[in-house]
Structure formats: C-alpha cells, structure tokens
T-cell receptor, first 116, second 114 residues
Framework: EAQVTQNPRYLITVTGKKLTVTCSQN?????MSWYRQDPGLGLRQIYY???????DKGDVPEGYKVSRKEKRNFPLILESPSPNQTSLYFC???????????????FGDGTRLSIL | AQTVTQSQPEMSVQEAETVTLSCTYD???????LFWYKQPPSRQMILVIR??????QNATENRFSVNFQKAAKSFSLKISDSQLGDAAMYFC???????????FGPGTSLSVIP
C-alpha cells in the first residue's frame, strides 16, 4: 500500500530538548516536503526536497532542519524546540511538487507537537 | 511573493444542495498549478481537484468542479449534491512549477446540515 509514514503521531516535550520527527515514503517519490498547520494560517511549507541531497527552504524554515540522505526518508529536526513550534506537522511526497492527476501528493497522517 | 486567499473562514450547506468555496491568488507567473485539498476531522489531507493554468477547460471530478478565471486570479470550488461526508476543512493551494514550494490558503471550514 502506498503511504507516507510519520512518527511519532503525538509528542509533548519541553523547550530546548532536541527532537526528530521521521517521515518515510514507499512510492519512490522524488519530491518530499514538510508543512506545519496552524489555525487561521492553513499549511505553511517548512522545507522541501527535490531529490536526495537536495533541500530548499519553504516559507517558515527558521528553527528547523531537514536532511535527505536516502530517497525514502526525510526527517524533520528541531534542534532547540520552542513553544512557538507547537503545531500540527505534515510530511508529504509526490513524483513532483504538484503531482499529477494519477499521482497526487500523498500526505502522512500528521504529528501533533506540543512544546512546553 | 505569491499569496493565496480564502475569504470565507466558515460556510454551511444543506445536504443535497450546491455550495461554492472561493479562492483568489496573486502571482505574476503565466503557468502554474492550483489545487483544492480536503481535510476531514481525521486530519488526512486529500487532493480533491487539480487545475493547470495553461488549460482553459475547468477541471471536474465527479461532484466537484472548479471555476478557473485566470485573468481575475480566481479559483472557486463547486460542490454539487452535498453529502454529510463533504464536511471538512478545504484548502486552496498554488504551485509555480513542478519543483517549487506549495502555498496554501488559510482554509474554509464547511459544515453540511442534514
């Protein structure tokens, strides 16, 4: 089954404690991205990657890091989390950024992060 | 910078009726992609419909259709014969090229009244 898997689904942690949210896709997609969703703001792109070892900043990259060492994995790293990073996070993948009629972007189920 | 606006934070529709959700965007590009995504309470993000700017014909997917007005930079979603399962948050999104960042609007929460 084609899927994007994010872990963990929920996490409550404290300010300054490094954390990593993993994302893995099994569709051999080139394009992967991370979004955060906040009420009234929709989804904002944090980082995206067009292929292995190629990453680029989205609209809200501050405070986040990513890596793309393998095609299937695209972890999101918060080196020193702060309360303003409390949000719902989505990972997505597709054959290209917009996908196509047959292969749209596939989203993970989301990760709810709470930074105290 | 490109922006996407959804001016209706909340909307409601009677079951079996038709509803239109609005979306406007700002861009200086001539070729781009536009999308509508649905997010039900389960939080899943589901692609509803996709439109390529160079195509004049409006996209249609079953009960979902769009009214794409390129000159006006408007991309509204029409849901016909609304069903209870259509209740969700709907996001409009813009993409400049195949390998670029996607810009989402703030969303419209749609309620369906039985």
């Amino acid at each position: 089954e084609a899927q994007v898997t994010q872990n963990p689904r929920y996490l409550i942690t404290v300010t300054g404690k490094k954390l990593t949210v993993t994302c893995s896709q099994n569709m051999n997609h080139e394009y992967m991205s991370w979004y955060r969703q906040d009420p009234g703001l929709g989804l904002r792109q944090i980082y995206y990657s067009m292929n292995v070892e190629v990453t680029d900043k989205g609209d809200v990259p501050e405070g986040y890091k990513v890596s793309r060492k393998e095609k299937r994995n695209f972890p999101l790293i918060l080196e020193s989390p702060s309360p303003n990073q409390t949000s719902l996070y989505f990972c997505a993948s597709s054959s290209s950024a917009g996908g196509n009629s047959n292969q749209p972007q596939h989203f993970g189920d989301g990760t709810r992060l709470s930074i105290l | 910078a490109q922006t996407v606006t959804q001016s209706q934070p909340e909307m409601s529709v009677q079951e079996a009726e038709t509803v239109t959700l609005s979306c406007t965007y700002d861009t200086s590009e001539s070729d781009y992609y536009l999308f509508w995504y649905k997010q039900p309470p389960s939080r899943q993000m589901i692609l509803v419909i996709r439109q390529e700017a160079y195509k004049q014909q409006n996209a249609t997917e079953n009960r979902f259709s769009v009214n794409f007005q390129k000159a006006a930079k408007s991309f509204s979603l029409k849901i016909s014969d609304s069903q209870l399962g259509d209740a969700a948050m709907y996001f409009c999104a813009y993409l400049k090229t195949s390998y670029d960042k996607v810009i989402f609007g703030p969303g419209t929460s749609l309620s369906v009244i039985p």
